[in-house]
């Protein structure tokens, strides 16, 4: 069957631009430490908005406050939490540092986007249907759009339980559970599916065993829609940048994880028995030309930061700090002279 694409060019004007309302919603004055206010935006379309004239900074205290379950984590030699379960393939720390990134990541790729989804599923949500957020993190996709979308139904799950238990809408719900492995869902439970951004997270097994059990869980006619970065081959990309992206290549392949997921998705899919598939690509500016292509770089040179253990096993110089933070304040220089760009794909299919 073909596959329909589209390209998507955002604007690059630095004109006037609304602003995501958060100090008015249920949820966010109670989850997040907000340090800048914010005023209110307008939805427009299938999960399109307004974009913002400013991300807020947020902080996974009382996040981390709220959770309660047990888990398998060790602490290694740079400080920090990890998943110790082997099952689990996640590569960024389990702490409230990456769950700090995790948010403001939402709120940029919502700003450089302009969108929360790309499915054709905003009718359907005003309505009312039953949602899953497929590797929600600290969930703030979920909350957000649990508060949009009141009449439907939300629930989010991951393998680390980083997602707020106590306080939320009463239309969201989590549990942990790992996507590769059987989730606890009956056949047939849910309208729409939503995963984003599980590049660092899943082998080439868990995305087959993963996109298999999505569609065992999604309603016939349902929508599944998965997000993901072409994190090898970026438009224009230097020397230090391509080194940077030629070691995580190489990092993932030796993990059996695939670093052109991005680009496989269409077949994936197609094999795992869904109809009907769309791709959005939309190519994002990086440290360059307007506000979400800066937003974008600080997002990227905190998830460098955060993955530095894995990348300087590769790469012995590396495990100084400093040189290391060095060279990715380089690699962002090095991107706004060469105005690169990120082309981020946005599938879309139904289970027939």
Known sequence: ??????????????????????????????????????????????????????????????????????????????????????????????????????????????????????????????????????GCGPATWTLEMGETYPNSKFHGIDASSVFPETIKPANVEFCVANIAERIPFPDNTFDYIHQRLLILGLTNNDWENALKELYRVLKPGGYIEIVEPDMQDLCNMGPLLHKTQYTMSEMLLSRNMPPKIAIELQDRITRAGFVNIELQMTPLHLNHTDKAGYLLWGDYKHAYLNIRPVMAARNPEWQDVQVYEKYIDACGKEAETNKTCVNWYAYYAQKP
């Open 1 to 134: 069957m073909p596959l329909n694409i589209s390209l998507s060019f955002l604007s690059t004007t630095k004109s006037k631009s609304c602003v995501l309302s958060l100090s008015r919603s249920f949820f966010f004055p109670r989850y997040f430490k907000k340090k800048k206010k914010m005023k209110k935006s307008r939805s427009s379309g299938d999960g399109g908005v307004d974009v913002l004239s400013d991300v807020p900074t947020t902080s996974s205290e009382t996040i981390a406050a709220s959770t309660t379950k047990d888990q398998k984590f060790q602490l290694r030699e740079d400080g920090r939490k990890y998943h110790a379960d082997e099952k689990v393939s996640y590569l960024f720390p389990s702490d409230d540092d990456e769950a700090d990134r995790v948010h403001q990541q939402h709120w940029i790729l919502r700003y450089a986007l302009q969108r929360n989804y790309h499915a054709p599923v905003t009718q359907l949500l005003q309505q009312g249907i039953t949602v899953l957020d497929s």
